[in-house]
T-cell receptor
Framework: GQSLEQPSEVTAVEGAIVQINCTYQTSGFYGLSWYQQHDGGAPTFLSYNGLDGLEETGRFSSFLSRSDSYGYLLLQELQMKDSASYFC???????????FGSGTRLQVQP | NAGVTQTPKFRVLKTGQSMTLLCAQDMNHEYMYWYRQDPGMGLRLIHYSVGEGTTAKGEVPDGYNVSRLKKQNFLLGLESAAPSQTSVYFCATNPYGRTDSNQPQHFGDGTRLSIL
């Protein structure tokens, strides 16, 4: 089957670096996406990895290793506003729709 | 979120009632999706559409019906609401279904539905 696993919660302090891991199972997919969702809000796109390696977008970076079925989102210089839930997701080759992990709730403390 | 509008934003129903959720987009996207999100969980795909006049089942389609009579609108119907359908419903769109950095999914603000 298809699935993505993430830690349920991560806590970090303002200014620090945090890594949110995502392991997945699928028979084939195009790439790994990351979405951010604040409480009561809609998911918003953060990053995408179509190829293995690191993608950097400002304070956020995302990594993918297809051979390890593993990816992560790296958030640097954490700010209070980064407190949110983060979801990894992939689009499998059989269906043009995203399958989401259950999400990681990040709490940034002062 | 500019471009994807969901109506209504909140609704309380009694068991057995029916209702329709509307998703409207002005981005001319071909693909549209309906997800549900339960507390502490990710989004699960209910139904999706790859273009006007088409629909397809997702992971959790039972108890829901959809229609895409016009390209810009995707309707989600509950014929006989059940408490298990209490959830937050999100609509999303994508230009051509292939998600990447240039074509992420765009989400509406959600509809919070409670069924008593």
């Amino acid at each position: 089957g298809q699935s993505l696993e993430q830690p349920s919660e991560v806590t970090a302090v303002e200014g620090a670096i945090v890594q949110i891991n995502c392991t997945y199972q699928t028979s084939g997919f195009y790439g790994l996406s990351w979405y951010q969702q604040h409480d009561g809000g809609a998911p918003t796109f953060l990053s995408y990895n179509g190829l293995d390696g690191l993608e950097e977008t400002g304070r956020f970076s995302s990594f993918l290793s297809r051979s390890d079925s593993y990816g992560y989102l790296l958030l640097q210089e954490l700010q209070m506003k980064d407190s949110a839930s983060y979801f990894c997701a992939f689009e499998d080759t059989g269906r043009r729709a995203l399958t989401f992990g259950s999400g990681t709730r990040l709490q940034v403390q002062p | 979120n500019a471009g994807v509008t969901q109506t209504p934003k909140f609704r309380v129903l009694k068991t057995g009632q029916s209702m329709t959720l509307l998703c409207a987009q002005d981005m001319n996207h071909e693909y549209m999706y309906w997800y549900r999100q339960d507390p502490g969980m990710g989004l699960r795909l209910i139904h999706y559409s790859v273009g006007e006049g088409t629909t397809a089942k997702g992971e959790v389609p039972d108890g829901y019906n959809v229609s895409r009579l016009k390209k810009q609108n995707f309707l989600l119907g509950l014929e006989s609401a059940a408490p298990s359908q209490t959830s937050v419903y999100f609509c999303a769109t994508n230009p051509y279904g292939r998600t990447d950095s240039n074509q992420p999914q765009h989400f509406g603000d959600g509809t919070r539905l409670s069924i008593l």
